[in-house]
């Protein structure tokens, strides 16, 4: 967002307008109403922040100005006039809100998201979707409200047009922040009450005596709501979710997805099993055999397109197909510049594109015909980073934009998350801190903020805690 602040103070206020700026806020200052005017004329911004008594020209006499250059420019008025009533009186209501000096930066803050929010209240309105918004929003913070709110962003998405859809991508990033913190506050509860990677198996699956599951790396709701689209009438196919544990790394939750367990766990027993995807197989067998589940099984990894067409079902009970080369494009993208210019809605359209030239569709209906109930799911999703997150720490901190192990990690900003009791999330004590990205941030070291930044921008990536990445779409489809 980009802010206007006018205070005849505001060199005494540089901590403040610093922290906004390491928030993302653009924020262009001037200490005179007079040129206050001059920038409202010459820009456009989201707010202005204006200070009630200023020499010269005071704040009453800048606003009547400003309001009648740029009427719809939200003001906020900075006063140290404590009487609620003297404050109505003078400001009247020409001014959408004030903050009492001396001003806080949690205080602008707060102001900026109830800005955000109306914004996108009057943009959800201006293109006739009222009524998701306001539905989206009745919501109370669940499990299964979170699967609701998700489902609807991306099935309106969809429906409209490139410039619309921005309207969607702001509240989707708006619902994101409260995504995290609610995960966070219930992580501990939920991955023992609710469906998660570790347990997937288990209460989605096993119920089927023969199953195909196709786990498709890296794959996203509005990707399987295209993909769903495509797919031939004589399927029937329903649509379910389930939640990635954190982090949402192939690491950590393709790993518990295939051993039915938490990565504390899988640590305690092998240490070395969550440096690499290598293990699915013993992994995957010692959860039969713990669970006394006598079924035959077979677990192929595809990692080249052309390999989806040759697969034939063998009648085994548990078929496993892992489709690792869409993963390994998306990391092209990021690597190649040509590429990270593309949108991510071409990349969208591109992937479904190259998974029905694969023949997927065939190579399902073939296991249908041999009676297979089939799933097509995924073991994360992915975001394309938008912001750094400043840390600092030693050589212990692990690899990873979007999460980090390590004794020394430090944050330095107020984004993501930093976890101390890591056996209660389910993490195994690789060391004493963890540190997870919200939102569309990723890590950057606080001493090459700037190097980092330019090369990681725009750059796919997962790991962290999103919408797109935590909930995970299920595609059941039988005859």
Same mark, same amino acid.
């Given at each position: 967002m980009k802010i206007l602040w006018i205070d005849d103070e505001i060199k005494?206020?540089?901590?403040?307008?610093?922290?906004?700026?390491?928030?993302?806020?653009?924020?262009d200052c001037v200490d005179n109403g007079l040129e206050g005017i001059e920038k409202?004329?010459? +820009?456009?911004?989201?707010?202005?922040? /204006?200070?009630?008594?200023? =020499?010269?020209?005071?704040?009453?006499? !800048?606003?009547?100005?400003?309001?009648s250059i740029k009427p719809n420019i939200p003001v906020i008025m900075l006063t140290m006039i404590t009487d609620k009533e003297i404050i109505e009186k003078a400001i009247g209501n020409d001014v959408n809100d004030y903050i009492l000096k001396p001003v806080q930066f949690h205080q602008i803050i707060a102001i900026a998201n109830k800005i955000r929010r109306e914004e996108i209240k009057r943009k959800f309105a201006g293109i006739g979707i009222s009524e998701v918004y306001n539905y989206i929003n009745s919501l109370e913070d669940s499990y299964e409200n979170w699967i609701k709110k998700a489902k609807l962003l991306f099935e309106t998405r969809l429906k409209l047009n490139e410039i619309d859809r921005e309207v969607i991508d702001f509240e989707l990033e708006s619902? +994101?922040?409260?995504?995290?913190?609610? /995960?966070?506050?219930?992580? =501990?509860?939920?991955?023992?009450?609710? !469906?998660?990677?570790?347990?997937?198996?288990?209460?989605?699956?096993?119920?089927?005596q023969k199953i195909s599951v196709f786990i498709?790396?890296?794959?996203?709701?509005?990707q399987m709501l295209l993909l769903l689209k495509e797919l031939p009438s004589s399927f029937n196919a329903q649509m379910d979710f389930y939640y990635s544990i954190i982090p949402t790394s192939t690491l950590f939750s393709r790993n518990a997805l295939f051993a039915g367990k938490l990565p504390i766990e899988i640590y305690r027993r092998y240490p070395d099993y969550l440096n690499d995807n290598l293990h699915e197989i013993e992994l995957f067998d010692e959860f039969l055999r713990e669970n006394k589940i006598d079924r035959t099984y077979r677990i192929i990894k595809i990692n080249h397109f052309e390999d989806i067409s040759k697969i034939i079902p063998t009648n085994k009970d548990i078929e496993i197909n892992v489709i690792n080369f869409l993963d390994e494009f998306l990391h092209q993208r990021a690597d190649i510049e040509s590429l990270r210019?593309?949108?991510?809605?071409?990349?969208?359209?591109?992937?479904?594109?190259?998974?029905?030239?694969?023949?997927l569709i065939n190579t399902i209906e073939r296991y249908l015909n041999?009676?297979?109930?089939?799933?097509?799911?995924?073991?994360?999703?992915?975001?394309?980073?938008?912001?750094?997150?400043?840390?600092?720490?030693?050589?212990?901190?692990?690899?990873?934009?979007?999460?980090?192990?390590?004794?020394?990690?430090?944050?330095?900003?107020?984004d993501g998350y930093l976890i101390k009791d890591l056996e209660n999330y389910g993490l195994p004590k690789i060391s004493e801190r963890f540190g997870i990205a919200d939102g569309y941030g990723y890590f950057v070291f606080k001493?090459?903020?700037?190097?980092?930044?330019?090369?990681?921008?725009?750059?796919?990536?997962?790991?962290?805690?999103?919408?797109?990445?935590?909930?995970?779409?299920i595609l059941k489809i039988i005859r």
């Open positions: 005494e206020l540089k901590s403040v307008v610093e922290l906004l700026e390491s928030e993302g806020f653009t924020v409202v004329k010459e +820009n456009t911004y989201d707010f202005i922040l /204006l200070d009630y008594k200023m =020499p010269q020209m005071n704040g009453i006499e !800048t606003l009547k100005v400003i309001s619902q +994101n922040f409260r995504f995290a913190k609610w /995960l966070i506050e219930n992580y =501990p509860r939920l991955i023992k009450e609710k !469906t998660f990677s570790h347990n997937l198996f288990k209460q989605k699956f096993l119920e089927y498709i790396d890296a794959f996203r709701i509005d210019e593309l949108k991510v809605d071409t990349i969208i359209k591109l992937i479904n594109v190259i998974l029905l030239d694969s023949r041999s009676d297979y109930v089939v799933f097509i799911t995924t073991d994360h999703g992915w975001i394309v980073g938008k912001k750094p997150i400043a840390i600092s720490g030693g050589s212990d901190l692990t690899d990873g934009l979007r999460f980090k192990f390590g004794d020394s990690l430090r944050f330095m900003s107020k001493a090459s903020e700037h190097k980092f930044t330019k090369q990681y921008e725009n750059y796919f990536m997962h790991g962290g805690i999103t919408i797109e990445e935590i909930i995970c779409p």
